[in-house]
């Protein structure tokens, strides 16, 4: 499994209402919900990430609220996958579960510029920078949760795990 | 182990387990809420699976925009209700409840020893009562419904020993907002944070829930406090489960901890989380002159009667200063009944304040209350994010019910303890 796509940059603690504000959560259609993704911090990211984006941030990506909204908001509106430093648990969970690729990265912040071509390979465990030529090593995700990704979610994972017993 | 590995311990059908370890854990009650249940019903439907696995440990709770303000959030409802009459599940629908993580405790669905997954970050909440408790997303909610069981990493833990005795006006509140202050809003991410020591022990129900519900703004996994007889007394008459012995639920004296903290609260002040994260945290003393359109007391942390009772007391003959509106909201029903029996809802009203039913209501933005730019509120709730409470160019301050109450009548965000000197 493998994404590539220009880095859009945020900062540390990057909540879920900046991601999408509670306001939007009586919307149930996903593709609303990425119009108005990233709202609180830049009004113009769905109209940037349609051309399928990889989104770099610092520390402690998605705290706050358990919104599963937030990462849906964000998979909806192009971005392919998120890297960070590190991510709050819950975000981390529920990309995951809605098949949104997200892949903790120690210095992810430091060694990429906003705009960098970007590809990351998740059974290898690289982040490969093809604008600095640089190549970064991350620890791979375990084997249960590379299998819900290549499911495309948890849901359709565990219907699968169903159907076999 | 400590509390928290004992309980994953028994839910994993282990003999041990340790941090890091991945365990696959059975589940005693799951919660959705009207924002989140949605979703997660979707997800349900898609798994194929005609029931969940215990309609007796699925709880549905319709508490963030209620009563519906829009109907898109009348259409959220009806599909809630729906699943909750199609399962036969346990619904608290409005005026039958209030907020989940103030319903959940007082109607019996949290027991010492219990693990509880909610679709709401703040489910750690529970862990005041001894429970292991943690947030969980919709579709992970869903998965739940269809097998009973969650995967979870078993978390580190740091240990939050306290001790001393609270100034009068200073609160549990003030304690937490201290403590990731000092942590940091990432400072416990996927660990345990258990709370332990002389103050604890001395701490009503109510105080651990603040502390515990806390916890998720420094990112931890669970908050935890061993059960005791203030836990056995608030349970009692609210179920009629045995509870496990709580002498199971001790952490032993050579259970291992990634960092130990040792607070005194004797001198703790009033303390004052600043826009626009909930670790930008100070003293009220040092806060200088900072103006307030809005002051809200309420929330799944601070709308226990306990803080009704303290913000009354303070309000209690004296009028909120004119342009500041003041929203009271107590937790759930049962709260709202008990400050009403109280004269509570009298002093509120008489000084000016509207006290609402119970809801989340301004603490998401979701509807009640919301601000416009420009505008501040000091609140007592959990968040003070770009946005959360309206318009992404107001400014939200986090504070105990005692500050919230004072700022009410002095129109600037104030430290209670000065109200104290001028009544001198």
Redesign the interface.
């Known amino acids: 499994m493998k994404v590539s796509g220009n880095a859009i940059k945020f900062g540390a603690n990057v909540d879920t209402d900046v991601i999408l504000p509670g306001k939007y959560l009586v919307l149930i259609d996903p593709k609303e919900l990425a119009k108005h993704a990233m709202e609180g911090l830049d009004p113009a990211f769905p109209e940037k990430a349609k051309k399928g984006v990889i989104v770099v941030g610092g520390k402690n990506f998605g705290c706050g609220s358990s919104r599963e909204q937030a990462p849906l908001a964000l998979k909806y509106s192009g971005v392919q996958c998120v890297l960070a430093g590190s991510f709050a648990r819950i975000f981390f969970r529920n990309a995951i579960n809605i098949g949104l690729p997200v892949i903790e990265c120690k210095g992810i912040s430091a060694a990429v510029d906003n705009g960098d071509d970007l590809t990351v390979d998740f059974e290898a465990g690289t982040i490969q920078n093809l604008s600095k030529r640089q190549s970064l090593q991350v620890a791979k995700l375990p084997p249960f949760i590379l299998e819900i990704l290549s499911d495309g979610g948890l849901i359709e994972n565990l219907r699968r795990r169903l159907n076999k017993e | 182990m400590n509390i928290t590995e004992k309980i994953l311990t028994k839910a994993s059908g282990k003999n041990k387990v340790h941090p890091g370890e991945?365990v696959d854990a059975n589940v005693d009650m799951v919660m959705i809420h009207d924002?989140?249940g949605?979703?997660a019903v979707?997800?349900f439907k898609?798994?194929?699976?005609k029931n969940v696995w215990d309609n007796k440990k699925v709880i549905v709770i319709l508490d963030?925009?209620v009563p519906a303000e829009?109907v898109?959030?009348a259409e959220?409802h009806k599909i809630m209700r729906n699943f909750a009459k199609g399962q036969q599940l346990r619904l608290y629908d409005v005026g039958k409840g209030g907020i989940c993580h103030q319903v959940m405790p007082e109607k019996g669905h949290v027991l010492p020893g219990t693990v509880i997954v909610g679709?709401?970050?703040h489910?750690c909440t529970y862990g005041a009562f001894g429970a292991f408790a943690t947030?969980?997303?919709?579709?992970?909610a869903?998965?739940v419904f269809?097998?009973g069981k969650i995967?979870l990493k078993v978390p580190e833990a740091i240990k939050v020993n306290v001790e001393g005795n609270f100034h009068k006006y200073v609160t549990p509140k003030d304690l937490v907002l201290s403590i990731i202050g000092k942590l940091g809003?990432?400072g416990a991410?996927?660990k345990s944070a258990e709370f332990t020591g002389p103050a604890i022990r001395a701490m009503s129900m109510a105080g651990r829930m603040t502390l515990c519900n806390m916890t998720v703004e420094m990112?931890a996994?669970n908050g935890i406090v061993e059960p005791d007889e203030i836990t056995r007394k608030f349970l009692e008459g609210r179920t009629t489960e045995a509870l496990v012995p709580f002498e199971s639920l001790k952490s032993d004296a050579d259970a291992s901890y990634e960092k130990v903290i040792d607070i005194d609260v004797t001198d703790l002040e009033p303390q004052i989380a600043y826009p626009s994260?909930v670790d930008n945290v100070k003293p009220a003393s040092k806060i200088g002159n900072v103006q307030v359109e809005q002051a809200f007391i309420g929330s799944c942390t601070n709308g226990r009667i306990e803080d009704l009772r303290l913000a009354a007391q303070i309000l209690k003959g004296k009028m909120v200063k004119d342009g500041v509106r003041t929203l009271v909201i107590p937790a759930s029903q049962e709260v709202y009944m008990q400050a009403l029996r109280e004269g509570l809802i009298e002093n509120f009203t008489d000084a000016g304040a509207l006290v609402c039913g119970s809801t989340c209501g301004p603490c998401?933005?979701?509807h009640i209350g919301l601000l416009a730019s420009g505008e501040t509120c000091v609140s007592t709730s959990n968040?003070n994010?770009?946005?959360?409470m309206?318009s992404?160019e107001a400014s939200v301050y986090l504070a105990s019910p005692a500050t919230v109450a004072a700022s009410a009548i002095t129109g600037r965000i104030t430290d209670p303890r000065e109200l104290e000197v001028s009544k001198a």
Do not use: C, N, V
């Open positions: 991945i924002l989140t949605p979703l979707e997800a898609k798994i194929g699976i963030h925009q829009s898109k959030a959220l679709a709401d970050s489910t947030g969980i997303g919709s579709t992970e869903a998965a269809a097998t995967w809003a990432g991410i996927y990112g996994k994260s998401l933005g979701g968040r994010f770009i946005g959360r309206g992404t």
